[in-house]
T-cell receptor, first 112, second 112 residues
């Protein structure tokens, strides 16, 4: 199984809502990532979990809150988002930091 | 900080011709260089990668070359086909870190 699965695929939320994005992998990878991708731009790193511990936070606003409940799951909790946060949110995993990163299909988030 | 420059931003070629995309990285400690293909509305997928102890790697119609001295690596696609049309991202990563620094992307169009 070389899949990274993300749910939901699409999400529309108001600026006062609280929602969560979920990511799951069963490849035994110990590094998991959240990226944000705007149209026609490269993926932009948000967070990295290594062995279930947050190892990188790229100065992301606190309205984005990551969580890694176990080695297979990664969540991104969203609260009080702004319209400019609308983007494709990609989860990825890798065996180590300098090996192939496998991406999920993404959650297309629209903040209204 | 670390960055990866990628050129050109768009590239149009006739079917059957070759395409070359070039990237330059700034961190001399970078030692892993993947190339990702992203079709419209889909996830980035690895097409080829190279490590710093290798100068060239080929996989059928795709090849990557690395010049560590110049901190430069390139993607070569031969006998291009319409299904090669996509956005291609180069990236650089360093062992001991979990950061993939992505280039800005190249939109490749293969004209039938």
């Amino acid at each position: 199984d070389t899949e990274v699965t993300q749910t939901p695929k699409h999400l529309v939320m108001g600026m006062t809502n609280k929602k969560s994005l979920k990511c799951e992998q069963h490849m035994g990878h110990r590094a998991m990532y959240w990226y944000k991708q705007k149209a026609k731009k490269p993926p932009e790193l948000m967070f990295v979990y290594s062995y279930e511990k947050l190892s990188i936070n790229e100065s992301v606003p606190s309205r984005f809150s990551p969580e890694c409940p176990n080695s297979s799951l990664l969540n991104l909790h969203l609260h009080a988002l702004q319209p400019e946060d609308s983007a494709l949110y990609l989860c990825a995993s890798s065996r180590q930091g300098f090996t192939e990163a496998f991406f999920g299909q993404g959650t297309r988030l629209t903040v209204v | 900080g670390e960055n990866v420059e990628q050129h050109p931003s768009t590239l149009s070629v006739q079917e059957g011709d070759s395409a070359v995309i070039k990237c330059t990285y700034s961190d001399s400690a970078s030692n892993y260089f993947p190339w990702y293909k992203q079709e419209l509305g889909k996830r980035p997928q690895l097409i080829i990668d190279i490590r710093s102890n290798v100068g060239e790697k080929k996989d059928q119609r795709i090849a990557v070359t690395l010049n560590k001295t110049a901190k430069h690596f390139s993607l070569h696609i031969t006998e291009t086909q319409p299904e090669d049309s996509a956005v291609y991202f180069c990236a650089a990563s360093t062992s001991g870190t979990y950061k993939y620094i992505f280039g800005t992307g190249t939109r490749l169009k293969v004209l039938a």
